[in-house]
């Protein structure tokens, strides 16, 4: 599986932007699929989780009610919506697939298999 991360850049703090994940190669019946951040110095954090190809989502706690993770299931590819940036939210953003996930591992980095190459969103407060 070959995914691609794009949409990220620099905007000020108040705004938008979306992020896209284009998967590509082998497929599976029900993957999920989240999106990770890392910033420098921290480490990589959990920020949204598409359950195994489903609707159900999940988010961590401070992003949720502003960034909102969504599939088109026809062009293969995962969005991040991200609304109200704020400074904190400045990080390369990584997607990434796990094909046998179980839903207490969903927020678990090392349990996905697949990962993009990251997209680096910054903003300016």
């Known amino acids: 599986v070959q995914l691609q991360a794009s949409g990220g850049g620099l905007v000020q703090a108040g705004t938008s932007l979306r992020l896209s994940c284009a998967a590509s190669?082998?497929?599976?019946?029900?993957?999920?699929t989240a999106w990770f951040r890392q910033a420098p110095g921290k480490e990589r954090e959990f920020v949204a989780a598409l359950f195994r190809g489903g609707t159900n989502t999940y988010y961590s706690n401070s992003v949720k009610g502003r960034f909102t993770i969504s599939r088109d299931n026809a062009k293969n590819t995962v969005y991040l919506q991200m609304n109200s940036l704020a400074a904190e939210d400045t990080a390369v953003y990584y997607c990434?697939?796990?094909?046998?996930?179980?839903?207490?591992?969903?927020?678990?980095?090392?349990?996905?298999?697949?990962w993009g190459q990251g997209t680096q969103v910054t903003v300016s407060s």
């Open positions: 190669g082998r497929t599976f019946s029900r993957p999920s």
């Open positions: 990434a697939v796990g094909s046998r996930l179980i839903l207490s591992s969903v927020r678990t980095w090392s349990q996905y298999d697949y």
